[in-house]
């Protein structure tokens, strides 16, 4: 009996988890969130999160899996560790906040394992009052200079049961993927930032930042709510991320609020990259563009040569007669390059950077934009064939700066696995939009452009993670639906598509969303599913320091009234308040242009009407405001009555209550002026 006691007894410490001590832990500066690092028997390390005294994450495995040695798991012991606090402010050279504070607690930890080759890790935990950033960083070591990575297993595990609003990760169409809306246990594998809600009011936005030679992070649940890291692979190695030490992983981050507004006002994922890398920024301006795009979506122009090319002189200094009438800085051009004909997919290596089609004479289009104090912008679409990209980069990016180009729009248009990549054997390999190749390729392009004095709008990007904070001449990005789904999609965005990106991709940065159809009409009459004040709106919503007008000249001749809303509306702010919202229904902000004393305000909601109460509490005493108000008309509906727009003026004063009625797919715009 006692022989089959102590057989049991065996067993039982051989399955049951061998009990987590608490080695180290650090609060945040105001004591709203705290971190704890335990070590359990057999040298496991995990963390866990508590807000106010009360789990949000419960204790979470952290280590890697290597392809050429064993797991960095286990067998790890605290050599040492220590805190440090850390408060500053700095400045952004555009933003939609020009001053940033950064206040943490930083708590590093120094693990060794406990048996022979004895290798070494360190884990950094910042830890603010409105979230937790946390990397992994490889020392200097004999015991592991080559790092084969094949998986992080960093998790997640959410302690009270959540929704999500989520998109699929992994999948074919990059990041441009409808968002789901479940329980966070029905998630399967989810593109970041991924944002939750818990039954108890909490909001925790799970993301990365500073990413640089590494691959992008997608989250898998693996059971109940406990979601685990996943990197997009490499076809190049067995590895997914392949360095040598000493080198840090991006920062895993958690904005944890008590609201949904609170995690936009987070500035996580910009305090967690280094400062500016590039010196005396002054040359990145931001702007608003105009330019030959939407026609080429619509039908109605191409992109390849043809009776009916977009890219031609002339049509381009049609455009530029336009910026040049309505105050736009910029005329973005597409097609203007050789070779956009046949099959793009297939003939992507055939592109030319420096080869402009006959019937664009890129010399003359520079010299009349410059006569009407307009510039180019410069467009790359690579269609995924990067290796034929970056071998004619320098000679490209030179050409636009002799010609006084400012910016580049590139773009990386194939699906997702089928970005070309030549490898350092000179073989040609297929990877992912967010593996480490592409990882390595963007900053390339970005750092290349900064030598010449150009700002860079990437589309099918790369996520982003804070890197124009380094990088400021990285101005915005795609990654995720764009304008473009309403003039074709099947289905086009959902009436609710900018309050949910609001607080899902939003979170991220910058977006070239590439709004103001004002026409409401896509390819073949498709029906735009907002009304006009809802495009108005989304200057303020879908924040990018390179805005663009897209619609045609003639629409906005048509909707004159509407399009002076959009002349008007800076891209560069001052101050930004989130004043009300829920991920999928609705949002209103407030934002301070940067140049004057003038607010503007945005609202946008769903597929319902909807009544908002906001208070101008952000307007100040000392200046007598004028409201311009862009409202939805008394019948307004994005189906049977889209373009009813309510236009006026009046006084209003600071601390005021407006009531914003939303239409179905509605929303407001409002420019207050200061007297």
């Known amino acids: 009996m006692m022989k089959a006691l102590l057989a049991a007894l065996a067993m039982a410490a051989l399955i049951l988890p061998l009990r987590a001590e608490t080695v180290a832990s650090v609060a945040s500066p105001g004591k709203v969130l705290s971190v704890s690092i335990s070590i359990d028997g057999d040298g496991r390390p995990t963390y866990s999160v508590s807000r106010q005294g009360k789990p949000v994450i419960a204790e979470s495995r952290l280590g890697f899996l290597l392809t050429d040695a064993p797991k960095l798991e286990r067998n790890l012991t605290l050599a040492s560790s220590e805190v440090t606090p850390h408060d500053e402010t700095w400045e952004q050279p555009w933003g939609e906040w020009r001053f940033i504070r950064n206040s943490y607690n930083e708590l590093r930890l120094h693990l060794k394992e406990k048996i022979a080759p004895g290798r070494k890790l360190d884990i950094v935990f910042r830890v603010y009052d409105d979230g937790v950033g946390f990397r992994y960083e490889f020392p200097d070591q004999a015991a592991l200079k080559n790092v084969h990575i094949g998986e992080e297993l960093t998790e997640f595990a959410v302690a009270d049961p959540a929704e999500a609003w989520w998109e699929v990760g992994g999948e074919w169409n990059r990041y441009e993927q409808l968002y789901q809306h479940t329980r966070l246990d029905q998630v399967s594998q989810a593109h970041t930032p991924l944002t939750v809600k818990t039954d108890k009011g909490l909001y925790i936005a799970f993301h990365e930042a500073a990413l640089v030679d590494y691959a992008g992070m997608w989250l898998r649940r693996v059971d109940g709510q406990r979601l685990k890291s996943v990197l997009s692979p490499s076809s190049q190695h067995a590895a ?210 900064a030598k010449r004095h150009i700002a860079v709008v990437d589309h099918e990007p790369i996520k982003d993670t804070g890197l124009r904070r380094t990088y400021p001449n990285w101005v915005s990005r795609e990654g995720a639906r764009g304008q473009e789904y309403n003039a074709w999609g099947n289905p086009p965005n959902p009436p609710n598509h900018e309050s949910l990106l609001f607080f899902t991709r939003m979170l991220a940065g910058p977006f070239d969303f590439t709004p103001g159809a004002l026409s409401l009409t896509g390819k073949g009459g ?150």
């Open 526 to 675: 498709q029906k735009i599913q907002n009304t006009i004040a809802h495009q108005l709106a989304d200057y303020i919503v879908i924040y990018s320091p390179v805005e663009m007008a897209c619609d045609l000249p003639e629409n906005y001749a048509k909707y004159a009234a509407a399009f002076q809303f959009i002349k008007d509306v800076p891209t560069d702010w001052q101050d930004t308040q989130v004043l009300a919202g829920e991920p999928g229904e609705y949002v209103a902000l407030a934002r301070k242009d940067r140049k004057s004393n003038n607010w503007y305000l945005g609202a946008v909601g769903d597929n319902s009407k909807r009544s908002l109460t906001v208070k101008l509490d952000f307007l100040d005493k000392k200046h007598h405001w004028v409201a311009e108000t862009y409202l939805d008309g008394k019948d307004a509906d994005w189906d049977l009555n889209p373009h009813a727009i309510d236009i006026a003026k009046r006084d209003v004063k600071p601390g005021e209550t407006l009531t914003l009625n939303l239409a179905r797919g509605g929303g407001a715009a409002i420019r207050f002026v200061a007297k």
């Open 240 to 449: 997914k991320v392949t360095r040598l030490a000493p080198f840090n992983t991006p920062w895993r981050t958690m904005i944890i609020a008590d609201s949904a507004p609170a995690l936009y006002m987070s500035h996580l994922e910009l305090n967690l990259n280094e400062p500016n890398a590039l010196g005396d920024v002054k040359w990145v301006k931001p702007y608003k563009y105009v330019g030959i795009w939407w026609s080429m979506h619509l039908g109605l122009e191409t992109w390849g040569s043809g009776p009916h090319h977009g890219a031609t002189t002339e049509n381009t200094k049609r455009y530029i007669d336009f910026a040049a009438a309505n105050g736009f800085k910029e005329v973005l051009v597409e097609g203007w390059n050789y070779s956009w004909d046949d099959d793009w997919f297939a003939n992507g290596h055939e592109l030319s950077y420096t080869k402009p089609y006959p019937d664009f004479d890129i010399k003359e289009v520079a010299a009349y934009a410059k006569s009407k104090g307009v510039k180019i912008i410069g467009h790359h679409e690579t269609f995924g064939k990067i290796d034929n990209y970056e071998a004619q980069l320098p000679a490209a990016l030179d050409l636009l700066a002799s010609l006084g180009y400012d910016s580049i729009k590139t773009g990386y248009v194939a699906d997702a696995g089928g970005l070309r990549v030549k490898g350092p054997d000179d073989k040609l390999y297929y990877e992912y939009h967010d593996g480490q190749a592409s990882s390595v390729h963007h900053l390339k392009v970005v750092t290349e452009a």
